[in-house]
Protein backbone atom coordinates (compact mmCIF):
# COMPACT_ATOMS: atom_id res chain seq x y z
CA UNK A 1 0.00 0.00 0.00
CA UNK A 2 1.28 3.37 -0.86
CA UNK A 3 1.58 6.06 1.57
CA UNK A 4 0.83 9.81 1.62
CA UNK A 5 2.45 11.83 -0.87
CA UNK A 6 2.04 15.18 1.52
CA UNK A 7 3.02 15.82 5.06
CA UNK A 8 -0.26 15.21 7.48
CA UNK A 9 0.24 18.58 8.99
CA UNK A 10 1.14 21.28 6.18
CA UNK A 11 0.47 19.44 3.45
CA UNK A 12 3.71 19.92 1.58
CA UNK A 13 3.10 18.12 -1.62
CA UNK A 14 5.93 14.74 -2.29
CA UNK A 15 6.46 14.06 1.26
CA UNK A 16 5.87 10.56 2.87
CA UNK A 17 5.72 12.06 6.52
CA UNK A 18 5.98 14.83 9.23
CA UNK A 19 9.58 13.81 9.23
CA UNK A 20 10.46 13.89 5.58
CA UNK A 21 8.53 17.38 5.85
CA UNK A 22 10.81 18.36 9.18
CA UNK A 23 14.25 17.22 6.90
CA UNK A 24 12.88 20.11 4.31
CA UNK A 25 13.10 22.04 7.18
CA UNK A 26 16.64 21.53 8.15
CA UNK A 27 17.76 21.90 4.76
CA UNK A 28 16.15 25.11 4.72
CA UNK A 29 17.51 26.09 8.76
CA UNK A 30 21.23 24.83 7.89
CA UNK A 31 20.86 26.74 4.00
CA UNK A 32 20.35 29.86 6.65
CA UNK A 33 22.94 29.34 9.27
CA UNK A 34 25.64 28.69 6.31
CA UNK A 35 24.45 31.81 5.04
CA UNK A 36 25.05 35.54 6.77
CA UNK A 37 22.49 37.01 4.17
CA UNK A 38 19.85 34.51 4.92
CA UNK A 39 19.89 34.34 8.79
CA UNK A 40 17.97 37.25 8.86
CA UNK A 41 14.59 35.16 8.06
CA UNK A 42 15.56 32.35 10.05
CA UNK A 43 13.16 33.16 13.07
CA UNK A 44 10.31 33.88 10.47
CA UNK A 45 11.22 30.18 9.10
CA UNK A 46 11.15 28.37 12.00
CA UNK A 47 7.64 30.74 12.68
CA UNK A 48 6.32 29.41 9.73
CA UNK A 49 7.10 26.02 10.23
CA UNK A 50 6.06 25.87 13.93
CA UNK A 51 2.53 27.25 12.40
CA UNK A 52 2.39 24.89 9.85
CA UNK A 53 3.10 22.01 12.86
CA UNK A 54 1.82 23.45 15.95
CA UNK A 55 1.12 19.60 17.58
CA UNK A 56 4.70 18.90 17.52
CA UNK A 57 6.05 22.80 18.04
CA UNK A 58 3.02 24.35 19.93
CA UNK A 59 2.22 22.02 22.73
CA UNK A 60 2.21 24.67 24.73
CA UNK A 61 0.45 28.11 25.35
CA UNK A 62 3.58 29.49 25.78
CA UNK A 63 4.81 28.46 22.82
CA UNK A 64 1.84 29.31 20.82
CA UNK A 65 1.86 33.05 21.95
CA UNK A 66 5.91 32.85 21.07
CA UNK A 67 5.04 31.42 17.33
CA UNK A 68 2.29 33.38 16.88
CA UNK A 69 3.91 36.88 18.69
CA UNK A 70 6.83 36.25 16.11
CA UNK A 71 4.73 36.09 13.02
CA UNK A 72 2.61 38.93 13.73
CA UNK A 73 5.70 41.13 14.08
CA UNK A 74 7.27 39.76 11.36
CA UNK A 75 3.87 40.52 9.27
CA UNK A 76 3.22 43.76 10.49
CA UNK A 77 5.64 46.07 12.14
CA UNK A 78 9.20 47.03 11.47
CA UNK A 79 11.74 44.24 12.98
CA UNK A 80 13.30 46.00 16.51
CA UNK A 81 16.15 43.63 18.68
CA UNK A 82 14.03 45.86 21.40
CA UNK A 83 10.87 44.36 20.89
CA UNK A 84 12.21 40.93 20.34
CA UNK A 85 13.83 40.94 23.58
CA UNK A 86 10.90 42.70 24.95
CA UNK A 87 8.76 39.69 23.45
CA UNK A 88 11.35 37.02 24.79
CA UNK A 89 10.71 38.93 28.61
CA UNK A 90 6.83 38.64 28.60
CA UNK A 91 6.88 35.12 27.59
CA UNK A 92 9.42 34.11 30.10
CA UNK A 93 7.38 36.05 32.84
CA UNK A 94 3.84 34.24 33.93
CA UNK A 95 1.48 36.19 31.19
CA UNK A 96 -2.05 34.76 31.10
CA UNK A 97 -2.21 33.33 27.50
CA UNK A 98 -5.81 31.45 26.36
CA UNK A 99 -5.77 28.16 24.67
CA UNK A 100 -5.42 29.00 20.62
CA UNK A 101 -7.58 27.50 18.29
CA UNK A 102 -5.46 26.11 15.24
CA UNK A 103 -6.22 25.52 11.42
CA UNK A 104 -6.87 21.86 10.64
CA UNK A 105 -4.24 20.16 8.66
CA UNK A 106 -4.32 21.23 5.18
CA UNK A 107 -5.41 24.71 5.84
CA UNK A 108 -2.45 25.85 7.48
CA UNK A 109 -1.10 28.01 4.20
CA UNK A 110 -1.09 27.79 0.70
CA UNK A 111 2.57 27.20 0.55
CA UNK A 112 4.77 24.87 2.61
CA UNK A 113 8.54 24.32 3.58
CA UNK A 114 8.82 22.64 -0.18
CA UNK A 115 8.54 26.90 -1.64
CA UNK A 116 11.52 27.28 0.52
CA UNK A 117 13.45 24.57 -0.06
CA UNK A 118 13.38 24.99 -3.84
CA UNK A 119 15.39 28.58 -3.47
CA UNK A 120 18.47 28.31 -5.40
CA UNK A 121 19.72 31.74 -4.95
CA UNK A 122 20.17 33.89 -1.91
CA UNK A 123 17.42 36.40 -2.93
CA UNK A 124 14.85 34.09 -4.09
CA UNK A 125 15.46 32.15 -0.87
CA UNK A 126 14.44 35.56 1.43
CA UNK A 127 10.86 36.19 -0.96
CA UNK A 128 10.15 32.84 -1.22
CA UNK A 129 10.47 32.76 2.59
CA UNK A 130 8.21 36.26 2.86
CA UNK A 131 5.48 34.37 0.44
CA UNK A 132 5.61 30.95 2.68
CA UNK A 133 4.99 33.62 6.05
CA UNK A 134 2.54 35.84 4.09
CA UNK A 135 0.52 32.56 3.07
CA UNK A 136 1.08 30.82 6.79
CA UNK A 137 -0.01 34.28 8.37
CA UNK A 138 -3.00 34.64 6.43
CA UNK A 139 -4.24 30.86 7.11
CA UNK A 140 -4.43 32.07 11.29
CA UNK A 141 -6.74 35.25 10.49
CA UNK A 142 -8.75 33.65 13.53
CA UNK A 143 -5.85 34.45 15.52
CA UNK A 144 -4.75 38.10 14.42
CA UNK A 145 -6.35 39.77 16.64
CA UNK A 146 -5.14 37.76 19.84
CA UNK A 147 -1.57 38.23 18.52
CA UNK A 148 -2.10 41.99 17.98
CA UNK A 149 -3.39 41.97 21.73
CA UNK A 150 -0.03 40.36 23.31
CA UNK A 151 2.43 42.13 20.45
CA UNK A 152 0.63 45.75 21.53
CA UNK A 153 0.70 44.58 25.52
CA UNK A 154 4.78 43.62 24.85
CA UNK A 155 5.22 47.37 23.65
CA UNK A 156 3.30 49.26 25.77
CA UNK A 157 5.63 48.26 28.46
CA UNK A 158 8.53 49.32 26.28
CA UNK A 159 7.43 52.34 25.77
CA UNK A 160 8.06 54.64 22.53
CA UNK A 161 11.01 53.35 19.76
CA UNK A 162 13.17 54.90 18.90
Known sequence: MEGPTSCPDCGAEGVVDEEECRRLF???I??????PELFKV???????YSLQHPDRYMKS???AAAHL???????????????SRAMSR???GSPSLPEIDRPPPGRRGQLTIRHVHGASVSAEHL????????STWAAWEGQHAQARAWVEEVMSKIGPRR
Open 26 to 28: EDV
Open 30 to 35: EREFSR
Open 42 to 48: HRLTVDA
Open 61 to 63: AKS
Open 69 to 83: TGMCWAMEHLDSPAV
Open 90 to 92: WLN
Open 127 to 134: ERVQEWAE
